[in-house]
């Protein structure tokens, strides 16, 4: 996706509501995501990818894209990589979402909005309301604010 001003913003904001998400998939073994992305078993990814996600979110909202890739060296760490289509209401982001050891990051490849305004600081606010309310809120736990 070519950045624009308003990509960083919307990355954060991204990255804060998927971050439990991403750490219920590092808690997978890197070499069980590469060997399910290599042999192609994306079904599975589906599965694991949808397992993690219910947890926090809406049935629907997080959902596996249509790939990933690995990176892997003799002796280096492992970094999986999985294409993510994140849905909440009014709002549809293709997304990569990067897993290390030690770290998760995400980036935004595109964002479409449903009815986008011509004020991209409303639909920076548009989406970070959708994907707020398309979070579970458990009791004792507060809905932050994005």
């Given amino acids: 996706?070519?950045?624009?001003?308003?990509?960083?913003?919307?990355?954060?904001?991204?990255?804060?509501?998927?971050?439990?998400?991403?750490?219920?998939?590092?808690?997978?073994?890197?070499?069980d995501l590469i060997s399910l992305l290599r042999f192609e078993r994306y079904g599975n990814l589906a599965d694991l990818v949808a397992s993690a996600a219910e947890l926090y979110f809406l049935p629907g909202t997080v959902n596996f894209g249509l790939g990933g890739d690995y990176k892997l060296d003799w002796g280096g760490p492992a970094e999986v990589t999985i294409d993510l289509e994140i849905k909440p209401p009014g709002v549809t982001v293709y997304a990569k979402l990067a897993l290390a050891e030690h770290y998760a990051g995400i980036e935004i490849n595109h964002i479409a909005f449903d009815k986008a305004s011509t004020d991209p600081d409303e639909n920076t606010a548009l989406f970070a309301r959708s994907l707020r309310d398309a979070r579970y809120v458990t009791r004792g736990e507060t809905a932050r604010v994005f």
């Fill in 1 to 31: 996706m070519k950045k624009c001003p308003y990509s960083a913003e919307r990355e954060k904001i991204l990255a804060e509501a998927i971050s439990p998400v991403a750490s219920e998939l590092r808690l997978l073994d890197a070499a």
